[in-house]
């Protein structure tokens, strides 16, 4: 049996997690919306993709090449610790900004588009993201008020895939976090930190690409 799934292109791997299907009845306005800021001319505007992603002490597990008959054993923590990141991918700068959160709240949320702000001083600035319900707080809504600069865009539920920055998490998971125990927060926190700072600019426009 084995042989002739083989001969019919089949694998045997692991699933993926995936978003749940489902039908966004603004896809078309917010894809519209989209299309049109990106098309923004440069000068006086900056865009970026923003997300959110979650980092654990505990290793996650990726495949790994290893020798016959010795599976690789990746040691857990004791206890396992959670820091949640903020991330901005910029489309024109090509520069990736990050700050770290013990959590993930419209707090931290509104703290990062101030930091994207001190960044960006001067011009409009357009920020591309998902629709977590942390972006939708009426806090951060008071906020933008307060700062006409900053705009915010949704992506259509459910399609994680139109936001680039995803592949700057699965990268960075992959060559700092996979298979391999810190020996604590502090020094994970370290490598992810060294991790994006050393992202140069055609690093980022290959992860966006």
């Known amino acids: 049996m084995y042989a002739v ?3 019919l292109g089949s694998r045997h791997n692991r699933p993926r997690h995936a978003a ?10 917010k894809m519209n919306a989209m299309t049109k800021v990106l098309s923004f001319p440069a000068r006086g505007n900056h865009i970026f993709y923003a997300e959110e992603s979650d980092l654990h002490l505990l290793p996650i597990l990726r495949s790994a090449w290893m020798l016959l008959g010795k599976q690789m054993r ?3 923590p004791g206890t396992n610790q959670k820091k949640s990141i903020f991330g901005a991918m910029g489309i024109r700068t090509s520069e990736f900004l990050h700050l770290m959160f013990d959590r993930k709240r419209a707090t931290e949320f509104i703290d990062f588009l101030e930091y994207i702000i001190a960044h960006y001083p001067t011009g409009k600035i357009h920020t591309i993201l998902d629709n977590f319900s942390v972006h939708k707080a009426q806090s951060v809504q008071a906020r933008l008020a307060y700062n006409p600069r900053v705009k915010l865009y949704f992506l259509p539920s459910c399609m994680p895939q139109l936001n680039p920055i995803e592949k700057a998490w699965q990268h960075m998971k992959a060559y700092v976090t996979a298979n391999r125990l810190y ?17 140069t600019p055609s690093m980022v426009q ?4």
């Open 5 to 7: 799934l083989k001969s």
């Open 20 to 29: 749940k299907p489902g039908y966004d009845p603004q896809t078309r306005d």
């Open 74 to 76: 990746v040691p857990t």
């Open 183 to 199: 020996g604590s927060m502090a020094a994970l926190v370290d490598a992810v930190n060294a991790f994006f700072e050393q992202l």
């Open 206 to 209: 290959t992860l966006a690409a």
